[in-house]
Every structure is written in structure tokens, then in C-alpha cells.
């Protein structure tokens, strides 16, 4: 299994991104995908889930109402849209996905899959 993110970039405050993860290999397999952020000095941290089958969502509180997470199966593809963005934003963005059913969705440990990250700035 192989995960791509894409769609980084430079973007002023108030503005939008939209990123995408594509995967490889056995995504028929995926219980629930996930976008997380680490910051600059900061731990990485969870900010949004879908199910890959039912397309059920959660979005962890700073991003709610901002962000959206979103799937298309017949592209394997991944996608979080950003609007509204803020400069503690700022981030590289991961997604990652994971193979089992486990309730909490926002546990770094019980994801299988990582892709390798996108940058994501908000400048003032």
C-alpha cells in the first residue's frame, strides 16, 4: 500500500486548499482514512476521519466547520478540503489509513499506512 498526498502549498490567511491522497495496492482493504498535521515543534495531531465505506465523518474541533473530508473509491482517492484557513494552520499534512474497526478514530498508533506529507502554509 502506497499513500501520495498533493495540493500543498503557500495560501494567504482566509484562503483555501484543497489536498488529495491517493492510494495504491490494497485500498479495498481500508477501514477508515485519516488526514493529521504535525507543526513546527508541535506533535502530530488527528484532524479529520472517513470511513472508506459508509464516507461516515469527524473533524477534530479546530478545524470543524472549516474543513471537510471527502472520498471518491472509484479514484482511491482521498480529499480534505481547507477553507477559511489560518496561520496556525500551517502545517505539513499527513494522510494515513488503517485496516481494522476501532472506535476511537484519532489515535496516531492505529493506523497502518502513512504517505510521506504535504506542506501546508498560511501567511498573514
Known amino acids: 500500500v502506497q499513500l501520495v498526498e498533493s495540493g500543498g502549498g503557500l495560501v494567504q490567511a482566509g484562503g483555501s486548499l484543497r489536498l488529495s491522497c491517493a492510494a495504491s495496492?490494497?485500498?479495498?482493504?481500508?477501514?477508515?482514512m485519516g488526514w493529521f498535521r504535525q507543526a513546527p515543534g508541535k506533535e502530530r495531531e488527528w484532524v479529520a476521519s472517513?470511513?472508506?465505506?459508509?464516507?461516515?465523518?469527524d473533524y477534530s474541533d479546530s478545524v470543524k466547520g472549516r474543513f471537510t473530508i471527502s472520498r471518491d473509491n472509484a479514484k482511491n482517492t482521498m480529499y480534505l478540503q481547507m477553507n477559511a484557513l489560518k496561520l496556525e494552520d500551517t502545517a505539513v499534512y499527513y494522510c494515513?489509513?488503517?485496516?481494522?474497526?476501532?472506535?476511537?478514530?484519532?489515535?496516531?498508533?492505529?493506523?497502518?499506512?502513512w504517505g510521506q506529507g504535504t506542506q501546508v502554509t498560511v501567511s498573514s
Open positions: 494515513a489509513a488503517r485496516t481494522s474497526y476501532v472506535a476511537a478514530v484519532n489515535a496516531i498508533k492505529d493506523y497502518d499506512y
Open positions: 495496492g490494497r485500498a479495498f482493504s481500508f477501514y477508515t
Open positions: 472517513i470511513t472508506w465505506s459508509g464516507g461516515s465523518t
